[in-house]
């Protein structure tokens, strides 16, 4: 059974660094073609894609906020990590992680999301 | 970035009706590319359509996917109480990956 499930903190302050970890079961990262992506949603607003990674270490960024975002991988522990510096209260928003499917490029399972609210 | 517009952003329906819904994107994309996700509140999205006409694994035909260019629909027809929920498109074929704003389907 394949399962996505995002881990990190609640509330953040302003201008600190966001860490955000991906759990993987049911499948392993280091199988080819697995890409896995981070998705966020604010509250009441539209999905936004931020990062992905694929099984090869290829990595890819929303070019809107490709400064602040790093994308990594942990395949022994079959995790994906985002970082994601200088946050403001407008990257308040509930995060989620999910996998892509390579043949046509949409997501087929998504974590349950984590919501992370920036406030000082 | 490829941008989708979904409308309307919002429709009123009873159970047991049909309903269109449609994505528009700001230029043309391959059918392949274009997958479509459901979303009940305080849950995660999940995949619908894939290749602008494929039903995902377990989704019911009376959810179907169709168009082509920049013009695409996703068709509900006879809406059960459990289909009142947000409708997602989603483009890949070009990077960013981008999402629609949505539509909401009420009662």
């Known amino acids: 059974q394949v399962t996505l499930k995002e881990s990190g903190p609640a509330l953040v302050k302003p201008t600190q660094t966001l860490t955000l970890t991906c759990s993987l079961s049911g499948f392993s990262f280091s199988t080819t073609g697995m890409r896995v992506s981070w998705i966020r949603q604010p509250p009441r607003k539209a999905l936004e894609w931020l990062a992905r990674?694929?099984?090869?270490?290829?990595?890819f960024y929303n070019p809107f906020l490709k400064t602040r975002l790093t994308i990594s991988k942990d395949t022994s522990k079959n995790q994906v990590v985002l970082t994601m510096t200088n946050m403001d209260p407008a990257d308040t928003a509930t995060y989620y992680c999910?996998?892509?499917?390579?043949?046509?490029?949409?997501?087929?399972?998504w974590g349950q999301g984590t919501l992370v609210t920036v406030s000082s | 970035e490829v941008v989708l517009t979904q409308s309307p952003g919002t429709l009123s329906l009873s159970p047991g009706e049909s309903v269109t819904l449609s994505c528009r994107a700001s230029?043309?994309?391959?059918?392949?590319?274009l997958a479509w996700y459901q979303q009940k509140p305080g849950q995660a999205p999940s995949l619908l359509i894939y290749a602008a006409s494929s039903r995902a694994t377990g989704i019911p035909d009376r959810f179907s996917g169709s168009g082509s260019g920049t013009d695409f629909t996703l068709t509900i027809s006879r809406l059960e109480p459990e289909d009142f929920a947000l409708y997602y498109c989603q483009q890949s074929n070009r990077s960013p990956l981008t999402f629609g704003g949505g539509t909401k389907v009420e009662i």
């Open positions: 999910a996998r892509l499917v390579t043949d046509n490029y949409y997501f087929d399972y």
């Open positions: 990674i694929d099984w090869d270490d290829d990595k």
């Open positions: 230029e043309s994309i391959s059918r392949s590319y």
